[in-house]
């Protein structure tokens, strides 16, 4: 890489040296105060008994009275159904959505006719630029008992009789949630490994040929090998998400008949804190609750990682 | 032993081809049926006819819609919030991770931490809500471009490609007199077309997309973005010309105005999309994961 020069001056020189360097910074830190570190003060609300008409700084503290409401409180089934589902979704997600790109990655990898692979990348990137919206609308149409195409389908090959309510029946809206979530990640989320496999040396696979490896045992030994770092990476982030699932979606496509299964954390705290009955306190409470296990499952992860594999974020 | 091992090599690769058609097909066909659909007839909609191609063609949906004043409207915001909120985002990202790949910067591990504790840590739905109420920034246009203008991520992407320009560029500049904004301007800007236009992607199509915060900030009708109108007309279907026996005459129907909805809401994304493919894979590439 690029030979590094040794700067050995102090911090006063370097403001006076580099002053336009922090200038240019300023817009970004006024940026990061006012609305991502600002609003972290707003989390104390968790710890008082919030009204709108006293304001944060003067209403009640309460210690960890909201929690304790929050986790056995009258609504807590509510919370831990909540919960629940947030962990499921996201495993489901993990399980079945995690290998896909990869997956993706090194069938692209394979492709040698560059045209049919460009071809295919377009196609799969394409759904990751729809909006949420969108694609509720788009699974609410095909999903519809009377004019959904997969109804139909089944309907024309005497599979069912009756066109199903896919989005009512709560037996259903994890998978489709999860599937909905792999059509429009995965091909998107391939590129980072498909950058990686561009990174493995071409000398490697020339070695295994000469010795008579067949591409199954190419991609076995060199290929997955190759693109290790990068997965693991890419699973850390992924579980530091657990718990952060794609609210704005399941908002859109859930209903009252499907809270069972569909209601989220996040989509538990918009009900409690903007929409029914403003219990701002409460639901602040739980997403704190929610940041800091997934703060510490990122930390968690990370550590482990690097126990066995030497790979990590930080 | 090499021939059996070139033959079932063969069999891999027709394998290979046989999913990723598979695979296109699956991606690709929710897209076509409402596509299709938006240009097919109410009644062929409802009885379930379309399957590939419009039945009884027609562009009654989109007559509907493009005469709705709402949805001119709607669209109009959307881009204002993306035009200038793109700008504004940028403005911000380009300058701040320009000075973050800069590793005679002091105090930088800890400036990059606090960009990067954005991403770890989110203070939540509620204490953001209430922070904007607070900046009076509840249904207001300049609240909604200024709120949501820096994606931690969008800033390390760039700044990564920044810290693999080459440094000898940037020394001779400096030789003959120029300052950090203009080797900013003159040198990195120029050198890193490929990240900066992905950065831009990607703020577009946040600002594009997004539906849930506009949603809960915007109150007036008339700073409505796209999305909002979208899903009034998808989840709540109530948009006005949703009623009123439409059924009767079936040309088209709540349904096909769904379907053409979302159609041209998509319109612009297809446009743009496919000459910045490249574009946004190789700025990926470059500057997503790096260790």
Redesign the interface.
Known sequence: MVSKRKHSINVGESFKKDWQLYVMLIPLFIWLVYFAYKPLYGLIIAFKDYSVFKGIADSKWVGLENFKYLLTGPGSVYFWRAFKNTIVISLYNIIFGFPIPIILAIMFNEMKNKFFRKSVQTIVYLPYFFSDVVIAGIIISILSPNIGVINNILVNLGIINDGIYFLVEPKYFRSIFVLSDIWKESGFNSIIYFAALSGISPILYEAARMDGASKFQQIKNITIPGIMPTIIIMFILRVGKLLNIGYERILLLYTPQTYEKADIISTYIYRLGLKENGMMDVATATGLFNSIIAFILVYVTNRITRKLSDTGLW | ??KH?SN??KI??IF??I???I??I???Y??I??LA?SFSSGSA??R?A??LWPVEFTVEAYKVILSDIEFWMSYGNTLFYMLFGTLFSM???I??A???S?????FRKL?NF??A??I????????????FKE?GFENNRIGII??F??LAFN?IILRNYFEGV???LEESAYIDGA???KI?YKIYMPLSKASIATVTLFYA?SR?????WTM?LIKDLDKMPL?VY??RI??ERDALMLDSGILANAVYSP?TI??A??IA??VP?III??FI?KYF?KG???G??K?
């Not at chain 2, 800069?102 to 002091?106: I, Q």
């Not at chain 2, 770890?120 to 953001?128: A, V």
């Not at chain 2, 594009?208 to 849930?212: L, S």
């Open positions: 032993m090499k091992s079932s090599d891999l690769n290979n081809h999913i990723l058609i695979i296109s699956c991606t690709l929710p897209t049926f409402v659909s909609v409802a379930g379309v399957y403005f911000i990202s300058l701040a320009y000075a973050l800069k590793k005679r910067l002091r400036f606090m960009v504790f954005t770890w840590f989110d203070p939540g739905i509620i204490p953001k809500y209430m922070n900046l200024v709120g203008g820096v800033i080459p440094k000898s300052n950090d904004f900013l199509i594009w997309n997004g539906y849930f809960i999305q979208l899903r998808i989840v349904d769904i379907f909805t979302i809401s998509l994304i999309y496919p493919q894979e990926i590439m470059l997503g994961v260790e």
